[in-house]
């Protein structure tokens, strides 16, 4: 039965009591690389009845916007694409629907084409300041299940902020207290030097090295007919054993630094090399596999919890192709492991410095909604995997159980993949995959058959 949506109706949620209001600033981590909206959706089955579901999350949503004010504002361009944020209670988009279907005809919730009746449609045909910066979306089902999803512009938040919002909004809608409450403070992200006006003592030549287009196919000015195959979207277990299995394997040789491989560099690096096999790429074929890497803890001293915005870098790892399918899976992971290494606070402070010294910043922001033909381009030869294995996304309880599955929303761009833990605790990692078709086979036949 084809999935409808009915009933739809949305409304503003606004902080229940009045906040400051002004503009906040944002960080240079704010406003660069993917400061679109991101969609994750949630899948709860029938616990109880979903009387006072939808009260129960408006007005806790609306309570948590209190001290979680900047999430209510808007967004403001300013001189050489900076962005601005307003801080001034406009609210949070929330849609309420009704499905004619149970979520058992989802399947098991791995990403589908009915995703995208399920999340919050994101207008960005909207000038930029009338925008809300997060859009929810209910589902109810006839079954009793429901869904809730959400958009959420990147510019304001990261993967761990993103968490710790939803994770207070579930502990307000139970009826418990605010465990850790946010700050906005971006100075704690800056060089000594920065906060006394001396910036460029920080300016360092050889991190602008970091924006070197990523390497094309061999043989191709552009990607252009790259992006124009048909990519998909889909999910691949780990069970714990398999993790360590890799663990194993990676950590045959000792790393150089003697810190056996973490599970994501393992992981990461299996993912690099089965995807550089299925695409068949010639062995002087150059790839660099991107990782996100959150510097929280690396800065000195680190960034006590509670920070509320953007502290991840993206960096790039770098091989041969012929060097990362012939070399053991040890090489992968070093290849990640090096540029892991090298995100310090000097690095980050270069890094924010470099930006600072740049007259337009749209050099290095995406704005390309998720989804769309002309989006960003991670693909073949390039790879990307990015960790939620620390993020504090899943076994989320608004007061009607915890959920049963979350994902990210449909994100389809060929080599865009995130990994995360599956929710039953048992360690397994779930692999969401965007890829081209063409590829899915063969990458899903090595992506297990080496793992051996």
Request: glycine share 8%; hydrophobic share 35%; proline share 8%.
């Amino acid at each position: 039965m084809k999935m409808e949506i009915r009933s739809e109706t949305t409304f503003l949620v606004k902080p229940q009591t009045p906040e400051w209001k002004g503009y906040l600033p944002l960080s240079e981590w704010d406003q660069t690389s993917n400061i679109t909206h991101v969609p994750i959706i949630y899948f709860f089955k029938p616990s109880r009845d979903l009387d006072g579901l939808i009260e129960s999350l408006t007005d806790s949503l609306s309570r948590v916007l209190v001290p979680f004010y900047p999430m209510a504002g808007r967004l403001r361009w300013a001189e050489g694409s900076r962005l601005l944020l307003e801080c001034n209670s406009a609210g949070v988009e929330f849609t309420v629907a009704k499905s004619n279907c149970g979520l058992d005809q989802l399947g098991d919730c791995t990403p589908c084409p009915e995703y995208k009746w399920l999340v919050p449609e994101v207008d960005n045909s909207r000038p930029i300041w009338d925008l809300p910066l997060l859009l929810v979306k209910v589902v109810v089902f006839k079954c009793g299940g429901f869904t809730l999803s959400y958009s959420m512009s990147h510019a304001i938040v990261d993967g761990l902020s993103a968490g710790h919002f939803v994770s207070e909004w579930a502990r307000m809608a139970r009826g418990e207290p605010l465990k850790i409450p946010p700050y906005f403070d971006r100075d704690v992200l800056a060089s000594p030097a920065g906060r006394n006006g001396l910036h460029s003592l920080y300016l360092k030549g050889p991190m602008v090295a970091e924006f070197v287009p990523p390497p094309l196919l061999l043989g191709q000015t552009d990607s252009v007919e790259e992006q124009k195959n048909e990519t998909t979207l889909f999910m691949l277990k780990l069970t714990k054993s398999q993790v360590d299995r890799l663990k194993n394997k990676a950590n045959q040789l000792p790393p150089t630094n003697g810190c056996p491989y973490t599970r994501y560099e393992c992981v990461a690096g299996h993912m690099w090399r089965c995807v550089t096999k299925a695409r068949k790429h010639e062995p002087d074929q150059l790839t660099t596999l991107l990782v996100s890497v959150d510097f929280r803890n690396k800065m000195r001293p680190p960034v006590r919890p509670g920070y509320f915005g953007n502290a991840v870098l993206d960096v790039s790892a770098k091989s041969y192709s012929g060097d990362l399918v012939s070399k053991p899976l040890g090489y992968a992971a070093s290849r990640i492991r090096m540029v892991i290494d090298k995100v310090t606070s000097e690095y980050v402070w270069s890094m924010a410095e470099y930006f600072r010294q740049q007259p337009d910043w749209s050099l290095f922001q995406d704005l390309h909604p998720p989804g769309s033909d002309d989006g960003p381009f991670y693909g073949n030869p390039n790879f990307g995997v990015v960790s939620w294995l620390t993020l504090s996304m899943q076994g989320q309880d608004f007061g009607w159980g915890k959920d049963v599955f979350m994902a990210p929303g449909n994100h389809e761009f060929d080599g865009d993949t995130a990994i995360l833990e599956a929710p039953d605790g048992s360690g397994t990692i779930i692999a969401s995959i965007g890829m081209q078709v063409r590829h899915v086979d063969d990458f899903r036949k090595y992506f297990y058959e080496d793992i051996l």
